[in-house]
Structure formats: structure tokens, C-alpha cells
T-cell receptor
Framework: DAGVIQSPRHEVTEMGQEVTLRCKPISGHNSLFWYRQTMMRGLELLIYFNNNVPIDDSGMPEDRFSAKMPNASFSTLKIQPSEPRDSAVYFC?????????????FGPGTRLLVL | QKEVEQDPGPLSVPEGAIVSLNCTYSNSAFQYFMWYRQYSRKGPELLMYTYSSGNKEDGRFTAQVDKSSKYISLFIRDSQPSDSATYLCAMRKGGSEKLVFGKGMKLTVNP
């Protein structure tokens, strides 16, 4: 059974360029989360969806960040324009949202470096 | 003050040692408490899950929650080199899916 799939695994780009990160959640999971991890700030929730609807985007740092979930099996996180301070590991996680001992299953992450 | 505080370490111990990892929190609304383990260049994975106060044991791992002190702990007995990882505490309020994480403690168990 495949886990959460993220692509690309690594991304190096120049400041000002658009970056698109992709996530395929575990089949049957109806909640999806985007996180950012840095040494300074740790693991921070950016946004999460339930049944493809954004529920809480209070962690999205600024308008340069946007996320979409067009269907239950795909989500994107876009940064436009990218800046060096966006360099981090971005994780996608999904959860079955059963309300009983919910567990978030994390993908392997996308390492983003903005030069 | 951050909602969840965790000493980032690093912590280095010899094989077989008992390890104690801790987090404090400020929001009394947190009801569910978790410990995640993250190996280098991997995503976090759930290790222990506890609801409200009390202890929970799973093999060599014991999680404790003291809601009166807003303090949670993870104990690892007979630590092994394979336990070398970053350990993150996480917690959430009842009725919310939103997890708030500590910054993580990097643990190295030396053979």
C-alpha cells in the first residue's frame, strides 16, 4: 500500500521563479495537510483540507503561497514568486479523519532551495 | 511564548541508556498528545498517541501526560542505535485536526 507521495523530492530554483509542489494522499484519506520544516521554526502547519475543502489556511505565510486540492487524490502548493527565505522541507500529510486516534501520515518531503 | 516548547538538544547517550524527552505547553485546551519520530531525510511517523492525562506503554517506549503541569514526556528504555532520530512532540485540541508540534529533539544513541 503506497504511502503519501510527494514530488519533486528536491527542487533548486532561483529567486522570483514559480515553484509547484505536488502531493498524492493515501487513498481513502479525506484530510490533507501541508507543512513546512526549518531548523529555526520547526514543523509548521501551512494549510489543511477536509474533503478537498480548505479548512484552515492561517499558517500560510503570505499571498505568495497558495494551495489547491482539485480532487481527493491530488493537491498542490505553489509559491510565486519564490524567495530565499522559502527554502525549507515541505511535507504533505494525510489522515483518514475517523475521529478515533487520528494519525497523520507524512510523505517523504520536498527539499526546496531558493537561490 | 510558543504554544509548545521542546528543548532541541542535541542529546547523545550510550546504548542501553534510559532516555527522557519532554515538552511543555501553554494551551490547556490540548487534549490529544503525540510523539513522532523522524529519521534523517524522512517524514515524521507516529510513535505514541495519548489522550488526556496518564501513562501509555508500548514496548520500550512510555508516554506520560501531566495536564495539571502542562507537561508531557517520552521515555525510551534500553535505547538502541536504531532509536537515533529526531523526536517531535505534537498535540491538538478536541474536535480539531490541527496539530501543533514542538521543534524536535535530536537523539543519538552511540553503540
Amino acid at each position: 500500500d503506497a504511502g503519501v507521495i510527494q514530488s519533486p523530492r528536491h527542487e533548486v530554483t532561483e529567486m522570483g521563479q514559480e515553484v509547484t509542489l505536488r502531493c498524492k494522499p493515501i487513498s481513502g484519506h479525506n484530510s490533507l495537510f501541508w507543512y513546512r520544516q526549518t531548523m529555526m521554526r520547526g514543523l509548521e502547519l501551512l494549510i489543511y483540507f477536509n474533503n478537498n475543502v480548505p479548512i484552515d489556511d492561517s499558517g500560510m505565510p503570505e499571498d505568495r503561497f497558495s494551495a489547491k486540492m482539485p480532487n481527493a487524490s491530488f493537491s498542490t502548493l505553489k509559491i510565486q514568486p519564490s524567495e530565499p527565505r522559502d527554502s525549507a522541507v515541505y511535507f504533505c500529510a494525510s489522515s483518514p479523519h475517523t475521529g478515533i486516534q487520528e494519525t497523520q501520515y507524512f510523505g517523504p518531503g520536498t527539499r526546496l532551495l531558493v537561490l | 511564548q510558543k504554544e509548545v516548547e521542546q528543548d532541541p538538544g542535541p542529546l547523545s547517550v550510550p546504548e542501553g541508556a534510559i532516555v527522557s524527552l519532554n515538552c511543555t505547553y501553554s494551551n490547556s485546551a490540548f487534549q490529544y498528545f503525540m510523539w513522532y519520530r523522524q529519521y534523517s531525510r524522512k517524514g515524521p511517523e507516529l510513535l505514541m498517541y495519548t489522550y488526556s492525562s496518564g501513562n501509555k506503554e508500548d514496548g520500550r517506549f512510555t508516554a506520560q501526560v501531566d495536564k495539571s503541569s502542562k507537561y508531557i514526556s517520552l521515555f525510551i528504555r534500553d535505547s538502541q542505535p536504531s532509536d537515533s532520530a529526531t523526536y517531535l512532540c505534537a498535540m491538538r485540541k478536541g474536535g480539531s485536526e490541527k496539530l501543533v508540534f514542538g521543534k524536535g529533539m535530536k537523539l543519538t544513541v552511540n553503540p
